[in-house]
């Protein structure tokens, strides 16, 4: 059985760090593109990062790129994004979905492009 977790969310104050991670089983991890996406409050669901299946290819929202960081293991089966200083609009579920590819470039952000999805971690950036 596919599948995708994530963990790590959690309220932290505006200017701190958070590192989320996402643990694919049930697949040849390696061969699949992972993506980074949130959706906030009354908002749609927008990428934040991606990451080729070899890690060689990364891609970032504007809103987000200087502050956050992904990469992955793949002998782990895991995809990781750091978030350094954080602010109040990154408030949002986060979820990794992943798409088999072996592409380093063209990384699509288009949600409707990830065939699976996890069932997301909060973050929440308050004081």
């Known amino acids: 059985q596919l599948q995708l977790v994530e963990s790590g969310g959690d309220l932290v104050q505006p200017g701190g760090s958070l590192r989320l991670s996402c643990v694919g089983s049930g697949f040849p991890f390696d061969n699949y593109v992972i993506g980074w996406f949130r959706q906030g409050p009354g908002k749609g669901r927008e990428a934040v990062s991606i990451i080729s299946s070899s890690g060689a290819g990364t891609n970032y929202a504007n809103s987000v790129r200087g502050r956050f960081t992904i990469s992955r293991d793949n002998a782990k089966n895991t995809v990781y994004l750091q978030m350094n200083n954080l602010e109040p609009e990154d408030t949002a579920v986060y979820y990794c979905?992943?798409?088999?590819?072996?592409?380093?470039?063209?990384?699509?952000?288009?949600?409707?492009?990830?065939?699976?999805w996890g069932q997301g971690t909060q973050v929440t950036v308050s004081s």
């Open positions: 979905a992943g798409k088999e590819g072996r592409e380093d470039y063209g990384l699509s952000h288009n949600p409707n492009a990830y065939t699976y």
